[in-house]
């Protein structure tokens, strides 16, 4: 489809109607309906809102690697918000979020009083506040040894078992990388998860504690493997959020399969959002690519 036909199909649209499209034509839709310039327009009195921050925005030192959405980044970065909310359930990530944070205060645009750091996990709705074990993996901040890769410290997970899976996936990184230079094994490994007491919430509740006044514009989901859980429970007529990002790719493995993204796309239906949807597609947006593993649903209304 080159762009003018994008741009033709985008334009006869039936909007009140959930929509499957590709990326192409949700970028023409953007263009279309002026969103960017929209989004400009609000960030003032909205906040961006990102689920699962890890080192959001920030570059893990020594190896200096980003391991975030670029579009999103743009975003947090160049646009003043009324609020930025970070929330990582990991407290070893979370503090070294929110020293990074005080140690680079012109690192986004937003003024630092304005970027909350909130150390809380997210539950289902209606299950409340509780507190929880969480198991993180803390060999990058108990060993030292900086040739782990920074993805080491982002298997959290109110789970054990969700993190004792991906510690191979380590293994063979430094395999990769340093070969025998290392001893690293999974053994090794596991013993370095840790076990922390962690509040867990509904998302609803977090963001009306946490935000006031100011509504998502932007919301990133990047929770290990529960973001469909999480997005599939976002009640949208009530948050209104302009842009939804997440990882389809963890959506086979729900319970009832993709039958969970059928009733998101209802519950916009019902009159109260449009949402266009690119699924697992790269977004295209002022030239510029951005994430092919994940998924954008975007309110046009």
Same mark, same amino acid.
């Given at each position: ?7 033709? %199909? !985008? ?6 109607? /959930? ?9 023409? &839709? ?13 960030? !003032? ?9 890890? @080192?959001?925005?920030? *570059?893990?030192? /020594? ?47 937003? /003024?630092?009083?304005? &970027? ?7 539950? !289902? ?70 076990? %922390? ?18 509504? /998502? ?12 859980? &999480?997005? !599939? ?16 790719? @963890? ?13 998101? %796309? ?14 697992? *597609? ?20």
């Amino acid at each position: 489809m080159t762009p003018a036909t994008a741009h033709a %199909h !985008a334009s006869q649209l039936e909007l009140r109607t /959930p929509l499957r499209v590709s990326a192409l034509a949700l970028e023409a &839709i953007m263009k279309k309906r002026n969103i960017e310039a929209h989004i400009n327009a609000t960030a !003032a009195n909205s906040s961006l809102v990102v689920l699962g921050a890890h @080192h959001f925005g920030q *570059r893990t030192a /020594p190896r200096n690697e980003e391991n975030d959405d670029l579009f999103v980044v743009q975003l947090a970065k160049k646009l003043v918000w009324r609020r930025i909310l970070l929330v990582e359930a990991s407290p070893l990530v979370a503090a070294e979020l929110q020293r990074s944070l005080v140690e680079n205060p012109d690192a986004y645009a937003t /003024p630092p009083e304005r &970027i909350v750091v909130r150390n809380v996990g997210i539950c !289902a709705e209606g299950a409340g506040t509780s507190v929880l074990p969480f198991y993180t993996l803390a060999a990058r901040q108990r060993s030292l040894d900086w040739r782990l890769p920074s993805f080491t410290d982002q298997f959290g997970s109110f789970r054990r078992v969700h993190v004792g899976k991906h510690l191979p996936d380590v293994v063979s990184w430094m395999d990769r990388h340093w070969g025998k230079q290392h001893n690293w094994t999974v053994a090794a490994l596991d013993a370095m998860v840790e076990q %922390h007491d962690v509040q867990c919430r509904s998302l609803g509740d977090e963001l009306t504690a946490s935000l006031g006044r100011a509504p /998502p514009a932007i919301l990133m989901v990047d929770v290990e493997g529960s973001d469909c859980r &999480i997005v !599939a429970g976002l009640d949208l007529c009530r948050t209104h959020p302009w842009l939804v990002r997440y990882e389809h790719k @963890h959506c086979a493995a729900q319970p009832d399969g993709s039958a969970w993204i059928e009733r998101a %796309h209802a519950t916009m239906a019902r009159g109260c959002a449009d949402a266009n949807v690119a699924y697992g *597609r790269p977004l295209v947006w002022g030239g510029k690519t951005f994430s092919g593993d994940d998924t954008y649903f975007l309110r046009v209304s």
